[in-house]
């Protein structure tokens, strides 16, 4: 069965740092997403993504934040200068269409700001 | 804006009772919500989508019923196993929110063997 992945599973990188997650999203499909999870609290949207551009984006989203489909398999989120704050499980999903679609999530990636 | 709230936090039953999950959204205008379960550290993974026109949808020994018009869905666990415990996120997708899913802060369930 197709499925979302991740990679890394684990990154810990120095407050200031620039990380990049990156995500292979199932293969057919069009709509894009990422969220994050700190430790506790709810799943948060960050940015939607489709058409090779940002259909929608957070509060969350600020400057320091970048998503980038490089080729026709890769989705990656950067994140310039990290902070503290940042630290959160981060996950990719993908949905075959819009609204009445199904979102599929990775495993995550725990990104921890030291 | 979408609120959603899951109501209770924690849940601990015996093994082999029958449980209700409950779910709530402050926001009617929905295309979707959808059920997730999450294992400590891990991923989400999808349990049933319901769309805004359907009442329930089954899915082995789990049933998902809507009722939009009150902003509410419950899950329903029969003959829960130790297998089953985790925490249980349900998610909506609004019509005035994009194509993004808001979360409830999930339902941690614990089946004692």
């Known amino acids: 069965e197709p499925e979302v992945t991740q990679t890394p599973s684990h990154q810990v990188t120095q407050m200031g740092q620039e990380v990049i997650l990156r995500c292979v999203p199932i293969?057919?499909?069009?709509?894009f997403y990422w969220y994050r999870q700190i430790l506790g609290q709810k799943v948060e949207f960050l940015v939607s993504f489709y058409n090779n551009e940002i259909s929608e984006k957070s509060e969350i989203f600020d400057d320091q934040f970048s998503v980038e489909r490089p080729d026709g398999s890769n989705f990656t989120l950067k994140i310039r200068s990290t902070k503290l704050e940042d630290s959160a499980m981060y996950f990719c999903?993908?949905?075959?269409?819009?609204?009445?679609?199904?979102?599929?999530f990775g495993p995550g990636t725990r990104l921890t700001v030291t | 804006k979408q609120e959603v709230t899951q109501i209770p936090a924690a849940l601990s039953v015996p093994e082999g009772e029958n449980l209700v999950l409950n779910c709530s959204f402050t926001d009617s205008a929905i295309y979707n919500l959808q059920w997730f379960r999450q294992d400590p550290g891990k991923g989400l993974t999808s349990l049933l989508l319901i769309q805004s026109s359907q009442r329930e949808q089954t899915s082995g020994r789990l049933n998902a019923s809507l009722d939009k018009s009150s902003g509410r869905s419950t899950l329903y666990i029969a003959a829960s196993q130790p297998g089953d415990s985790a925490t249980y996120l349900c998610a909506v997708r609004g019509r005035n929110q994009g194509g993004k899913l808001i979360f409830g802060q999930g339902t941690e369930l614990s089946v004692k063997p």
């Open positions: 293969s057919n499909h069009l709509y």
């Open positions: 999903a993908s949905s075959p269409g819009t609204t009445s679609s199904e979102q599929y």
